[in-house]
């Protein structure tokens, strides 16, 4: 059986650090697992056009592994050409990259690791909320640049205490994000989602559900997006609804660019429609140097907390998916069951609700 894993290149960092699991140096930790297995395991970093590996192998694997940190899209051109292909294995979480409705007609299973990164991601939105709203980032390189101006930086610093904070999507990440926010004492927490939390969740950190996206976006001092991308929800956040959002009002997407329109968002930014912009997903990845999310600030220079896509690929987060990697083949290979949880798309049907209503 052919195995073919597009993963990101760990170059230096991976040869010397063997926990970054999620490279094609250290290859999850499986070239010996599936190889004593008399299995052939194709691993590379090269992605795009018609020469690259993904696409020059992607015609006789039967098995694809991909990461949202360095995805190879799986189109629809290409599940036609991928013959032998019958399982995609997402190492992590967000399978996006995949044309899901074409996995569906081609009768290709999707998997992921669900939750093997979750709470690495939630650790990540409360700090980037934590650094718009103090304003961390220019107060730090004022101290690099030499300078020492207090009033420069407290400007426009806040407390999180007293805030209304939203989470568009309130899944395994976003549940987890408001139970982090619970002791800052938060004015009040609400969240938009068309699956309503069960009772007792949403009893116990104390959350409102919001039902009408406008209305939710407009009683919110900082939103967080945790919701997947899908048709409903590419674009959600675009010129029109910023025009909704509290004048000065903090965003942090954690999710996935393409969620937010980039220029819509950069413009509010530079306007101070937005006081700030935080997050470590980009519409195309890796993200081109002249992205306009690299260097854009809001009027007081500050307001950009942007980051490569890391923050669900800590070294604990890269242990918990290259293992449920594994499990997942295991179970492929010797024909088990695979966990409930894990399977976005079965054999010609969604499993989850998560990518959209239907
Ligand atoms: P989950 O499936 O547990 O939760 C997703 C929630 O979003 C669900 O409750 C679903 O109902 C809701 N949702 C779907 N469409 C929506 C819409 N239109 N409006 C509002 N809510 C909607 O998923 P999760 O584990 O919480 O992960 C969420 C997403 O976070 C992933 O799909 C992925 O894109 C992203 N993620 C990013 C990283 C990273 O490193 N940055 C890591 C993991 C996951």
Known sequence: MKVLAILYEGGKAAQEEPRLLGTIENKLGLKDWLES???????????EGPESDFQKHLVDAEVLITTPFHPGYLTRDLFEKAKNLK?????GVGS??????AAVDHR???????????VSVAEHVIMSILLLVRNFIPAHEMIERGDWQVSDVARNAFDLEGKVVGTIGAGRIGYRVLQRLVPFDCKELIYYDYAPLPAAAAESVKARRVEDLKDFVSQCDVITINCPLHEGTRGLINTELLKHFKKGAWLVNTARGAICDADAVAAALKTGQLSGYAGDVWNVQPAPKEH???????????????VPHYSGTTLDAQARYANGTKSILDNYLNDKPQEVQNVIIGLGKYETRAYGQR
């Open 96 to 101: 996006d990259h995949i044309d899901l409705n």
């Open 87 to 91: 399982i995609c294995i997402t190492a």
């Open 108 to 118: 290709i299973q999707v998997l992921e690791v669900s939750g093997s990164n979750v």
């Open 37 to 47: 297995r008399g299995h052939e395991f194709i691993v590379s970093s090269s992605k």
């Open 292 to 306: 306009v999310w690299r260097t854009v600030k809001n009027p007081l220079g500050g307001g950009n907390g942007m």
